[in-house]
């Protein structure tokens, strides 16, 4: 074998390969598990019923629809969805709990 291909090989090298791999492949599970989900509601969501309370626990505002629920990113306090009649909602702020009927 060539000398430069079995460097390449060493033990270090091939530790490193399998750590890169491992950690791309908790990646894709993440990812292949919301897929999963998607697909098990189809096209229009779970049937939910999502209700908004205050900080101090008052009951704000309450849907249900058979929606999707989308999370804000990079950890912006943000949760919308679709209601039963197709408007976008949007929560900011406050208490969220989401059930799945």
Same mark, same amino acid.
């Given at each position: 074998?060539?000398?430069? !291909?079995?460097k390449l090989?060493?033990?270090?090298?091939?530790l490193?390969?399998?750590?890169? #791999?491992? #950690? #791309?492949?908790g990646?894709?599970?993440?990812?292949m598990?919301?897929?999963?989900k998607? %697909?098990?509601?189809?096209m229009d969501?779970?049937?939910?019923? &999502?209700?908004q309370?205050? &900080?101090?626990g $008052?009951?704000?505002?309450? %849907?249900?629809?058979?929606?999707? &629920?989308?999370?804000? $990113? $990079?950890? #912006?306090?943000?949760?919308?969805?679709?209601?039963?009649?197709?408007?976008?909602?949007?929560?900011?702020?406050? &208490?969220? !709990? !989401?059930?799945?009927?």
């Amino acid at each position: 074998m060539n000398p430069s !291909v079995t460097k390449l090989l060493s033990r270090p090298v091939l530790l490193l390969m399998l750590a890169l #791999a491992v #950690a #791309a492949a908790g990646a894709g599970c993440q990812r292949m598990e919301k897929f999963g989900k998607h %697909w098990e509601s189809g096209m229009d969501g779970l049937d939910r019923t &999502i209700s908004q309370y205050s &900080i101090d626990g $008052r009951l704000m505002n309450r %849907w249900n629809a058979k929606t999707y &629920i989308e999370t804000g $990113r $990079r950890g #912006a306090d943000m949760v919308s969805f679709l209601d039963s009649a197709g408007h976008e909602v949007k929560l900011v702020g406050g &208490i969220v !709990v !989401v059930q799945e009927n």
